[in-house]
């Protein structure tokens, strides 16, 4: 079956990538192994900057079902930083049901759907999708949205990710809270990175999330980390891989675009992935349309690189903030100035809202960090603890 875009995965990414590349007028299919609804591992923390993304995509209002918070509690290596409120709202979803709408989404927009069916062969650079049934789909263009295990990524580089750097996160879902219990964050929860409690109607969402390679010992941490929140032992721990840190250089290769988890598209300093998500899949469709209008398939890395260039300038930026966070020699500092300046505090919440971005933010942190800096910097020894 000949198309002009084969979408592989039908996450956030995917389902962007589809909706966009049908609606501009491709034919377009989407493929994924797993059959919709289907569960992902997430906290499903929703922040403004992903409602705008998803209202912009998707054309339509943010499902009812969501949840909304505006008040969080911000916690650093274990000490309480101060309660945040009137934050712009963090909605709050289940994946079991918004992946299956997003999808939904994609394929009323007129994606040809091959969810539910594996794929037996995979030859992306070729253009070229063989499901296991034995259909044979082919495009000239292939958007790869197939998440952090990205088999596209592999076919491309060997593998899908580099194991010394990427990330790994554990994650509960405990009994429900009282409906007014505000959001937490814990930065700091695990060695380079963070930990979350999201409460839900109907659950709470808890997990704790970090580089790999630094936390060898998770499992302990998030129980832990479960006891300090109440969350009764026996709640059933799942962990995934989290794609966060620096973005992939290459997000594909010449007709085969790589698009969230599979271009490690996941903010170090957030855990934000489901906005870039979205956004890259929409992004890797234009440019496949653009490519394909000047009859160049092989132009659409380049044209889709133009097009990323904000969103990995975002990743950079939240790099050098997850030094100043979480090197040694520099977090004393760095906590004693969120603790002490309710405006840092309050711009964290406004990146996370997607009120501003890494530029805004880091404007903020050069007026107000230098001296805790330098007084860090100046009884610290550096230890070589960099990522
Ligand atoms: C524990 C945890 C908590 C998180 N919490 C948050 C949060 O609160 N907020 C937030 O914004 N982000 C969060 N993230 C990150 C977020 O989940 C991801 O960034 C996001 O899901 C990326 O979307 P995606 O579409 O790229 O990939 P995915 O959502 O992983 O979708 C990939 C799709 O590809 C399909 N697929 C995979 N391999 C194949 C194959 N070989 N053939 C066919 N189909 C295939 C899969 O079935 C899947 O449907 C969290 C991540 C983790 C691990």
């Known amino acids: 079956m000949l198309f002009d875009v084969i979408v592989i995965g039908a996450g956030p990414a995917g389902a962007a990538a589809a909706r966009t590349a049908a609606s501009a007028g491709l034919r377009t299919a989407l493929v994924d192994k797993a059959r919709f609804p289907r569960d992902k591992l997430c906290g499903g923390g929703f922040t403004g900057r992903a409602a705008r993304y998803y209202r912009e995509i998707f054309e339509t209002d943010l499902p009812e079902t969501f949840d909304s918070k505006s008040a969080v509690t911000l916690y650093g290596f274990g000490e309480k930083l101060g309660v945040i409120e009137d934050i712009p709202p963090v909605y709050l979803t289940m994946r079991l049901s ?7 989404l994609a394929l009323a927009a007129g994606a040809e759907d091959f969810t539910g069916t594996r794929i037996a062969e995979l030859a992306p650079e070729a253009g070229r999708v063989t499901l296991a049934h034995g259909t044979r789909l082919e495009a000239p263009v292939v958007i790869g949205a197939d998440g952090v295990t990205s088999a596209t990524a592999r076919a491309l580089f060997g593998r899908p990710f580099d194991p010394a750097r990427i990330g790994f996160a554990l994650e509960a879902e405990g009994p429900a809270l009282p409906a007014d219990a505000p959001l937490r964050i814990d930065m700091g929860a695990a060695n380079w990175g963070y930990g979350w409690s999201f409460p839900k109607s109907g659950s709470h969402t808890v997990g704790v999330g970090g580089v790999h390679s630094r936390n060898p010992d998770l499992k302990t941490i998030m129980r832990a980390y479960m006891a300090d929140l109440d969350v009764p032992a026996e709640t059933r721990v799942k962990g995934q891989y989290l794609p966060f840190g620096k973005a992939r250089r290459a997000p594909g290769r010449d007709n085969v675009l790589l698009a969230g988890d599979a271009a490690w598209l996941v903010d170090p300093v957030t855990g934000e ?18 490519a394909l209008a000047r009859h160049e398939p092989d132009a659409a890395l380049r044209l889709y690189r133009q097009r990323l260039r904000p969103i990995l300038t975002a990743m950079r930026h939240a790099n050098m903030v997850r030094l100043l966070l979480y090197w040694g020699p520099f977090k004393t500092g760095f906590v004693r100035a969120v603790r002490k300046s309710g405006h840092l505090r309050h711009d964290y919440m406004r990146l996370l809202g997607g009120e501003i971005e890494y530029p805004d933010l880091m404007r903020a942190l050069v007026r107000r960090l230098p001296n805790y800096l330098m007084r860090a910097l100046g009884s610290a020894k550096v230890q070589g603890d960099s990522p």
């Not at 918004?98 to 939904?104: K, N, S, Y």
């Open 98 to 104: 918004l992946d299956a709408h997003l999808v939904a």
């Open 273 to 290: 992935g489901i906005a870039y998500a979205m956004k890259s899949g929409q992004l890797a469709a234009l440019a496949a349309r653009d």
